[in-house]
């Protein structure tokens, strides 16, 4: 019955956007089906032509091609490419596109990059299809690509910055269903739920749909069907409000929408705003201030999945620039992550300190959960006393769990967490961040302490037992941040810290950086 139900559903996007038939055949029907769509919308090119950001006299020249340079997502990704111009020795060159289906328009910044003479282009693909030719053209006169927000259906780049979408989409559906249970829906009765997104050309697009219906497929009760009516935005907040609307009256019975990205969740927020729609859940992605407004709004149910787009800017220009000189990366693939925003991570300071003395601990390992850590950390640098902050990712957890199941995997983090509180000085604060991730601030230490401490904990985590007697091998990637040098609060502070994590992983994994 699951199977054929999942049957069912994919029959029914294929009928209407093509999505499924994107992702398994990559087919020529679809980048056809997204530049109509790009003629119909648009009628004319909106290319935002290239502003130089930083060092405009040197010799070195990157080029960086947004797929769409407005908006409260764009604006952090340019955030941390302008941080990590600062960082380098080269000319960068700031341009995009206006809407996300003017294919055309990347085509043409593209090729105006490489006659204007690009050492290196940075690129988010609107289109997997229609730009991997463009990259393969470029690479061929030896200008290396990296790729951010989205892949390409191709090979032809050196290094791809992006969310996990497919694991992503897994975690939409998952919460999506466990809100839509807590809603009080019964799963003996029938229901739906709507998704909207800007683009079917789009991989990250493509991936975020085909995760969430894995799962829905999977664990959804057989009366909880997903609607057909899909459509695409192309990037527009006002077309993904209309279409929410839309999809609302067309659908007596729905009660949860999923929104793929930032323009379809802040359409979703405002519509159910608007209408006062208070039982219909949402799940969206990325955080501007309508969905943060939204999640906020105890009238309403709420989360969204927020990516590390300001890393995906900062670690992109950082690695073009080690290509440049010569540095190759063994990996092409880098999953920079997303935070599940809740209305319990939004609250103000006082709620949460509030909030947090009801529960303060991990249920799985004993130490402070995120909500804690941050409470305390934000306590402690109010002091303007010197520290460090570490963020901690066991390396491979995934393949980890898929070999040795969830028990296990539960086992490894319990492993982690007991040996962060024998390592670390008494007085630091130890916390959980969420998933495979740790967080820990040091107090009172100095720079070479924090690396012997590093080194200790790495020996600490080295070797697991299993409960089978199966003795396995552990390691894992951190980085670093000092207080109040490397950033001045809790988001700062991660910030800095998830970079130099993120080069630890570039670079081999099993090592401590401080940025």
Known sequence: ?????????????????????????????????????????????AVVDYTCVSKPKSEKKIYVILKNYHGDYWKTVIEGIERAAKE????????????????????????????EGADGILLAPANSNSLADSCEKVRKKKIPVVLIDSSINSTEFDVCYMTDNIDAGEMAAKEMLTMLHDAGNSPQESLEVGILLSSDASQAMVNRVSGFLDYWAKYAPTKWEITKDIALNGGDVKKAESDAAKLLKKNENIKGIYGCNNTSTVGIAKTLTKQKRTDIVMVGFDMAEETKQ?????????????????????????????????KKSEQKYFDTGVIMIDSDYLMEKKEKKRYIGLSSTDALTGILNRRAFQVELEEQIRKKEPGFFIFIDVDNFKSYNDTYGHNNGDLCLKHFAK?????????????????????????????????????KFQKMIADLTLATGEKVHLSASAGGAAFPEQGEDFISLCRSADAALYNVKQNGKGAFKIK
Not at 4 to 16: D, F, G, H, N, P
Not at 90 to 115: F, H, R
Not at 309 to 319: E, P, V
Request: charged share 25%; with cysteine; proline share 1%.
């Open 294 to 326: 939204f999640i906020k709004d105890s009238d309403y149910r709420g989360v969204s999945l927020m990516q590390k787009q300001d890393q995906m800017g900062y670690l992109g220009i950082g690695t073009l620039n080690s290509l440049i000189n010569g």
């Open 88 to 115: 380098i020795d080269a000319g960068v060159y700031l341009g995009g596109i206006d809407n996300e289906t003017d294919i055309d328009g990347q085509i043409s910044l593209m090729e105006k990059a490489v006659k």
């Open 1 to 45: 019955m699951k199977k054929a139900k999942k049957r069912l559903i994919i029959t029914s996007l294929l009928i209407t956007i093509l999505i499924v038939a994107f992702l398994f055949s990559g087919c020529s029907n679809v980048s056809k089906y997204a530049k109509s769509k790009s003629e119909k919308a648009s009628g004319e090119s």
């Open 419 to 455: 040996a962060i509180q024998e390592c670390f000085p008494e007085g630091s604060i130890l916390g959980r961040y969420g998933g495979d991730e740790f967080v820990v601030y040091l107090k009172d230490v100095t720079k070479e302490s924090v690396y012997i401490y590093m080194e």
